[in-house]
């Protein structure tokens, strides 16, 4: 009875009875099979329902209550080769309203709901009221050439006062976007922006740059397919498609593959609250259902639509990345052939053909030729004289051995020993506390050990990390593929700090430029593991030929701890770029872990030079590294801010500091056992109080003291600024000391009469230039996890190199290489003492 009642009341308004067919009879029907429940009064009351025929840019002024009810009839004619936007604006003008006014639009294929005042919730569900509310319609596309489409808004509300509004319909001229030009619009909470973009013939790939010279409020671009219903509302404008916060900068790259239609909606949404985008949070209510006056966060942004590179760009960034590093492969090769050609001659100018150099009876260079500890490089000092002269006098120096002796050295070197049978010689422990409590100490007193149990020693640093890398990577490589997938399931593209403005994905990776640019890392790392193996071959064949400056001259060879650090450049490689796959707060130590590895690997190779008998063990270091990147976790997580965890940490590393200065300092001839707060005061009161003497080696004091300085220094402004990238933090320490043991080393090195040879002074050269270039791009910042997406989206630049590298590109490339220049120092500093007898050679 309700529906026929319906029926004949709607007659009248609807036309003639052939009102099936008319477009206004679904609004008709749906108000009817609605009116039974959504009466004010009793069952069966009626509502007045007022159909009125309206037009486009016409401002319709009306009053609403609970009796009464108006639909809007609109029609418009759209085309399949042009798209036309249609937006709906309201504004509420009646103040202390009982109950919104819902506003229903009808469209063919889809149906749009609000409520004025639109509420939208923010943080901690507080509510914020929009009065003035304008939305845009979607428009599915259409297979006819032209087509007359009928569209209805109805207004109604379940208030019994009247409620006076505003009404207006418009079209959107600029709904479509076109390549390359900028357009400018504003937004709001209750009033988002949409619009097209179709691909134009022969674009694959467009790059969507949205900016404001505004920082805040917060917004939100999304990019979505072209369906109906929109979803451009605060609330759910993450429900489909990709998205990301901004505050001034915006961009997404857009695949032609990734839309079917190709074409896709940009929709921007300005967020209720800014702490999204690392603005303040608002006054919290006492009450969450306060309703909270949203303020004016009206926004003028920027929208442009530029093609993206093509297939050739990517061929050619792959090429120039590969010849770079395969032309280091090609300059080697060169290198080596000319020092085997330099070889050949010097050897068959000092060897008469078919005699071995112990058959020529030629003996290594005099110590004299490279000097000695001269305070002005032309004279000896008195100290050194006077400890030259012990060294050969008295049963605990070296005297000149004969050929004989050095034969029975070699053959008791090559006999069967085991890893484990470290300072079994009964000499080694008898004389170890004298030999090296000396005032000055030669290599042949720290190089007692037997060379194979040394080498064996040493190799157990190469099998540990690369056991490491393998439990260690495999584990990263699944999680950043985890990453990976929920960036493209979600379309989150707040997960992962890129540089948006130069990120070139390929097959499921967002930012392939940023991977591909740590090639030279792995590319290089496996050129040095090449150039050691061929180090470490000649080596062995000198000693199987009996060749007397292989067995008794130079800085003894042992080629673990290089390859160790090899292995490590190349860990380094494939780490950062495992990091920047999805590079974020949480997975930064992938990328630094085997930083802090090459930075201690680098400082245990220059104190295993001149100390190859008393050098860390593989286990004791690597378990210190541990403690490093444990330490490196803890203060990601918990280190920002907090005054404890820095408090610790500063106190840990002022200790770890204070023992290996005395570790150092002693040669380890010294026990952290009950006893040793009696022994530093018995110290301190005979050689400060008592006589006032200076330290007893005072080269070594030199370095502890300022390296001391250096990390009391860092653990202070750690501890009063608590910087937020505690990972950075943590590997500055670890640089400060390698560089100031590396510039101490070269230093007394030249103190001490050495020279530097060419081809290190040059790779010492390069690599220096190379390191203010790397670190140069380095601090240029394109992106922060420190901060909120939206903040490091400020930070993001285009690419600066042929289109598809940006300034971290060529960090990645300029650090590999200056790395890799630091190893092949570390690997050539001291050949200019492979002629030179051990016990002639100043440990410092």
Not at 34 to 44: D, K, P
Not at 792 to 803: A, F, G
Request: aromatic content about 12%.
């Amino acid at each position: 009875m309700v529906l026929r009642s319906c029926w004949k009341s709607r007659h009248k308004i609807a036309g003639p009875a052939h009102c099936w067919m008319r477009p206004g009879f679904a609004a008709l029907l749906w108000l009817c099979l609605t009116q039974f429940g959504s009466g004010s009064g009793a069952v069966g009351e009626t509502k007045s329902v007022v159909q009125k025929d309206a037009e486009f840019d016409v401002t319709y002024n009306d009053t609403v209550t609970s009796d009464n009810q108006t639909i809007y009839a609109f029609n418009h004619t759209i085309s399949r080769n042009k798209t036309e936007g249609v937006r709906v604006t309201v504004d509420v003008l009646s103040e202390g309203l009982e109950s919104p006014i819902l506003f229903v639009v009808r469209q063919k294929q889809a149906v749009l709901s609000f409520q004025v005042p639109l509420i939208l919730r923010g943080l901690y569900q507080r509510k914020y009221p929009y009065a003035h509310v304008g939305r845009t319609l979607c428009q599915p596309p259409t297979r006819a050439a032209s087509e007359t489409q009928y569209f209805f808004v109805d207004v109604s509300t379940l208030s019994s006062l009247g409620t006076h509004y505003q009404l207006r319909v418009s079209r959107v001229d600029s709904f479509t976007l076109q390549t390359d030009k900028k357009f400018s619009f504003t937004a709001s909470p209750s009033q988002p922006q949409y619009f097209k973009y179709v691909f134009p013939d022969g674009v694959d790939t467009v790059i969507v740059k949205v900016s404001s010279e505004m920082n805040f409020p917060c917004s939100v671009m999304s990019i979505q397919d072209i369906q109906c219903p929109v979803y451009d509302l605060d609330n759910n404008v993450a429900f489909i498609g990709m998205y990301q916060t901004m505050t001034k900068k915006g961009a997404i790259t857009v695949q032609r593959k990734d839309f079917p239609s190709n074409s896709f909606y940009v929709v921007v949404v300005v967020k209720t609250e800014d702490e999204a985008c690392g603005g303040p949070l608002r006054f919290y209510p006492l009450r969450p259902d306060e309703l909270i006056n949203a303020g004016n966060r009206t926004k003028v942004l920027d929208v442009v639509v530029s093609p993206a590179i093509n297939s050739e760009v990517y061929v050619m960034g792959m090429l120039f990345c590969l010849g770079i590093f395969l032309s280091f492969y090609l300059l080697t090769f060169l290198v080596a052939c000319l020092q085997n050609k330099r070889m050949n001659k010097r050897e068959a100018l000092l060897n008469p053909a078919d005699m071995s150099p112990a058959e020529t009876g030629k003996t290594p260079a005099s110590p004299y030729e490279y000097g000695s500890f001269a305070d002005n490089g032309s004279t000896l000092s008195s100290e050194a004289v006077t400890d030259s002269a012990t060294s050969t006098d008295n049963n605990y120096g070296y005297m000149e051995r004969s050929l004989d002796s050095v034969g029975r050295s070699r053959q008791e070197s090559l006999s069967s020993v085991e890893e484990d049978d470290y300072d079994t010689l009964a000499d080694i422990d008898s004389d170890k506390n004298i030999v090296r409590t000396k005032k000055f100490l030669c290599v042949s007193d720290l190089a007692r050990k037997d060379k194979r149990i040394l080498s064996k020693k040493y190799q157990i640093y190469f099998w540990n990390i690369a056991t490491i890398a393998v439990f260690y990577a495999l584990p990263v490589i699944q999680l950043v593929i985890t990453y990976q997938t929920v960036v493209n399931v979600t379309g989150n593209q707040d997960i992962c700090y890129y540089n948006f403005l130069c990120a070139h994905p390929l097959g499921a990776l967002s930012a392939f430029n940023n991977i591909l640019s740590n090639l030279g890392y792995v590319m290089l790392g496996l050129l040095f593991l090449l150039i050691v193996l061929k180090r470490d071959i000649v080596h062995n064949r000198a000693l199987l030929r009996n060749d007397l400056n292989a067995l008794e001259c130079g800085i003894p060879k042992h080629f673990g701890l290089f390859y160790a650090m090899g292995t490590a450049l190349m860990m380094e490689g494939l780490l950062s770029a495992c990091y920047h796959v999805c590079p974020n707060y949480t997975n930064f130590q992938f990328d630094t872990s085997f930083m802090y590895m090459i930075a201690g690997l680098c400082m245990l190779k220059l104190y295993q030079k001149r100390h190859p008998d008393i050098n860390a063990s593989a286990y004791t270091a690597y378990a210190c590294l541990a403690a490093v990147i444990f330490f490196s976790v803890l203060g990601v997580v918990f280190g920002k801010g907090n005054m404890v965890f820095w408090i610790v940490f500063s106190v840990i590393h002022i200790l770890a500091t204070l023992l290996l200065s005395t570790q150092l300092y002693y040669m380890g001839r010294w026990r952290l056992d009950s006893g040793i707060l009696r022994r530093m005061v018995y110290v301190i009161y005979t050689d400060c109080i008592r006589q006032c003497s200076g330290p007893m080696y005072i080269d070594r004091m030199v370095l502890l003291v300022m390296g001391n300085i250096i990390n009391w220094s860092l653990a202070a402004y750690g501890l009063i600024e608590r910087p937020n990238d505690f990972a950075s933090y943590l590997l500055a320490i670890a640089i400060c000391n390698l560089l100031l043991y590396f510039a101490f080393y070269i230093i007394m090195k030249l103190r001490s009469g050495e020279r530097i040879q060419c081809l290190a002074l040059v790779c010492i050269l390069f690599t220096a230039v190379v390191w203010g270039f790397a670190l140069f791009f380095f601090f240029q910042g394109l992106s922060t996890w420190q901060k909120t997406p939206a903040e490091s989206r400020e930070h993001n630049r285009d690419c600066i190199l042929l289109s598809f590298f940006d300034d971290h590109d060529i960090w990645h490339f300029l650090s590999s290489i200056a790395m890799f220049g630091s190893f092949l120092v570390l690997l050539t500093m001291d050949d200019d003492l492979d002629t030179v007898q051990r016990d002639k050679i100043y440990v410092f």
